[in-house]
C-alpha cells in the first residue's frame, strides 16, 4: 500500500497551514480547503462518505487544515511524506 503524497505548505499570509493528501485518503472528519482542479471551491468539512465521493469525482488530491478539522481524523493518514 502506498503512503499518500503529503505536502507540507507553510501558510502564507492570512492562509491557514495546509498539507495535500490523495482524495483516496480523505476521511469524515477533515476540512478541505482546496481542491487540486481549478473548480471554484470554498473550504468544507468532510461530514459524509457522499462528501468524499463527491470531492473524490472532482480531483486527485485535495489540501486539508488539520488544525480545522477533527485531530483523529487526520492522525489516520499514514505519515509518509515524499520529498
Known amino acids: 500500500m502506498n503512503a499518500p503524497n503529503l505536502k507540507r505548505m507553510s501558510g502564507e499570509a492570512g492562509r491557514a497551514r495546509e498539507i495535500q493528501i490523495r482524495t483516496r ?41 488539520p488544525e480545522r478539522g477533527d485531530r483523529y481524523a487526520f492522525l489516520l493518514i499514514p505519515q509518509s511524506i515524499d520529498p
Open 25 to 65: 485518503d480523505l476521511t469524515v472528519g477533515m476540512y478541505v480547503t482546496r481542491l487540486d482542479s481549478s473548480a471554484a471551491f470554498e473550504g468544507t468539512a468532510v461530514e459524509t462518505p457522499d462528501d468524499i465521493e463527491r470531492l473524490r469525482s472532482q480531483c486527485d488530491h485535495v489540501y486539508i487544515d
